[in-house]
T-cell receptor, first 114, second 112 residues
Framework: AQSVTQLGSHVSVSEGALVLLRCNYS??????LFWYVQYPNQGLQLLLK??????LVKGINGFEAEFKKSETSFHLTKPSAHMSDAAEYFC????????????FGPGTRLSVLP | EADIYQTPRYLVIGTGKKITLECSQT?????MYWYQQDPGMELHLIHY???????EKGDLSSESTVSRIRTEHFPLTLESARPSHTSQYLC???????????FGQGTRLTVV
């Protein structure tokens, strides 16, 4: 069975500072991994995904994530935070292209301070 | 851009009423999902479907029911709404060749 943990339910950074949101997973098969962003009263929007190609994945809005199999991690980073990045971020794992369901992490709320 | 729609976006309803939350997608996806999410909290899978006439209960016990008579439509029904059903409900879809799920905008339900 798959599972996802996200260290830190709430992360605060200053505008212009590095954003680092942590995600660790467990999976019995090679995983597909995802980061989603959710703004208030909205659905989830895909930021980026890892599907067994390049381990460094670039997404929308300047975000990127690196898949590290040895650490079972898929941390999300952005070099310089913007006020508009304030949102809830969810990491998710799927067990491959024929996987039936996603497993979501508990989410990390990102606050960006002026 | 993904085409998955949920209606209504917001609903306030009295205890004991029957309600149906609508979810439709125009992408021809086989897999569809319903998640329940309290504000600022994690997502809980309550129902899913792998295709027409396929429905399964998810990880979180729910008093709601779903149906999948057509590929594009996956409505969720509460026969008798209670205040404990107050939450946001998110619908998503996915197919065999794409790996990510596409989400609707959600329905925020308040039962008074």
């Amino acid at each position: 069975a798959q599972s996802v943990t996200q260290l830190g339910s709430h992360v605060s950074v200053s505008e212009g500072a590095l954003v680092l949101l942590r995600c660790n997973y467990s999976s019995s098969v090679p995983p597909y991994l995802f980061w989603y962003v959710q703004y208030p009263n909205q659905g989830l929007q895909l930021l980026l995904k890892y599907t067994s190609a390049a381990t460094l994945v670039k997404g929308i809005n300047g975000f990127e994530a690196e898949f590290k199999k040895s650490e079972t991690s898929f941390h999300l980073t952005k070099p310089s935070a913007h006020m508009s990045d304030a949102a809830e971020y969810f990491c998710a794992v799927s067990d491959g292209i024929y996987g039936q369901n996603f497993v979501f992490g508990p989410g990390t709320r990102l606050s960006v301070l002026p | 851009e993904a085409d998955i729609y949920q209606t209504p976006r917001y609903l306030v309803i009295g205890t004991g009423k029957k309600i149906t939350l609508e979810c439709s997608q125009t992408m021809g996806h086989d897999k569809m999902y319903w998640y329940q999410q309290d504000p600022g909290m994690e997502l809980h899978l309550i129902h899913y479907s792998y295709g027409v006439n396929s429905t399964e209960k998810g990880d979180l016990s729910s008093e709601s029911t779903v149906s999948r008579i057509r590929t594009e439509h996956f409505p969720l029904t509460l026969e008798s709404a209670r205040p404990s059903h107050t939450s946001q409900y998110l619908c998503a879809s996915r197919n065999d060749r794409n790996t990510e799920a596409f989400f609707g905008q959600g329905t925020r339900l308040t039962v008074v």
